[in-house]
């Protein structure tokens, strides 16, 4: 019996090493080797599904090699309305902070993007869905005025579930504060670029998302405010097939255009390179 439990163990071993090498993809449930997904910027090579890029795959894609310096990491959030629901805030905000790793729900900083230098903000589905508190708030505006002051461009990338109900009415103000940023930024005539992925809604897509001076997407991200199942019980109707998704939005102009994975740093790098001034003008 112990050569038969050996070679047993042998072939457990074996099936545990081969974990983890394959992934189906939820669109065309094609079984794909994970390597060929990651060699294509987790894009399915059978049928061109998007997969979720973290943080750090997302700075990998956009930045020019180890030119990212990262800003206001030191910002934590707080619970001023002592928030619980089925439970505490704060205890959603360490279990959080344990999994991502990071204080909150956007990284901000700049890099060179093609050899453009920018302010980058990037967010993290993972941490709360990506929702938009006083803290999200806080470093998009930071980011705002330092590229304001060091006269470079901003460029958003968004993946959010909107306004975070946990911090009420202060974070539905990081909508206005954002916009009035945002209109200084236009002010001295420096571009904003937003980048919209899967998925991007709520008080977001009503705010930062969709102000900026050219909005690209992902190719079928899913955008808009309240969810298709809550719209299709309110206004009592069947929506369109792909309504919300980003073919549906650049057919009805609310973007500019959709850009698969694989160009989008190329077609950013023209964009910022044409928007770009050599001297912002001085506000008045």
Same mark, same amino acid.
């Given at each position: ?10 072939e ?5 090493n ?14 794909i ?20 890029l ?93 590229? @304001? &002051?060091?006269?470079? %461009?901003?460029?958003?990338?968004? +993946?959010?579930? /909107? ?5 009420? #009415?202060? $974070? ?59 719209i299709?019980q ?20 609310? @973007? &500019?255009?959709i850009? %698969?994975?694989?160009?989008?740093? +190329?077609?950013? /790098? ?5 928007? #770009?001034? $050599?001297?912002?003008?001085i506000?008045?």
């Amino acid at each position: 019996m112990g050569w038969f439990t050996r070679t047993k163990e042998k072939e457990e071993d074996k099936f545990k090493n081969l974990e983890g090498l394959w992934v189906k993809c939820p669109a065309c449930r094609a079984i794909i080797y994970k390597k060929e997904v990651e060699r294509c910027w987790k894009v399915c090579p059978k049928c061109d599904y998007h997969f979720p890029l973290s943080v750090e795959e997302r700075i990998d894609l956009l930045a020019d090699p180890g030119s990212f310096e990262e800003w206001d990491r030191e910002l934590m959030p707080a619970d001023p309305l002592k928030f619980v629901d089925s439970r505490p805030y704060v205890d959603r905000l360490r279990d959080a902070q344990a999994k991502t790793g990071r204080s909150e729900a956007l990284v901000s900083g700049e890099c060179r993007l093609a050899g453009n230098r920018i302010a980058l903000g990037i967010f993290d589905f993972q941490f709360m869905g990506g929702s938009m508190g006083c803290v999200v708030g806080e470093k998009i505006c930071r980011a705002i005025d330092r590229a @304001i &002051d060091f006269c470079i %461009p901003y460029l958003l990338v968004t +993946t959010s579930g /909107g306004a975070r109900m946990q911090e009420g #009415t202060l $974070s539905l103000m990081q909508m206005a504060r954002t916009a009035s940023a945002l209109a200084r930024l236009h002010e001295v005539g420096l571009p904003y670029v937003v980048v919209l992925t899967d998925p991007t809604f709520g008080g977001v897509t009503a705010s930062v998302a969709m102000l900026g001076d050219v909005i690209l997407a992902e190719p079928k991200a899913l955008i808009g405010f309240a969810g298709p199942r809550v719209i299709e019980q309110t206004i009592k109707q069947r929506l369109p097939d792909g309504f919300q998704r980003a073919e549906f939005l650049l057919e009805h102009g609310m @973007i &500019d255009r959709i850009v %698969p994975r694989k160009d989008l740093k +190329t077609t950013l /790098g023209v964009l910022l390179t044409y928007l #770009t001034p $050599s001297k912002a003008p001085i506000p008045s």
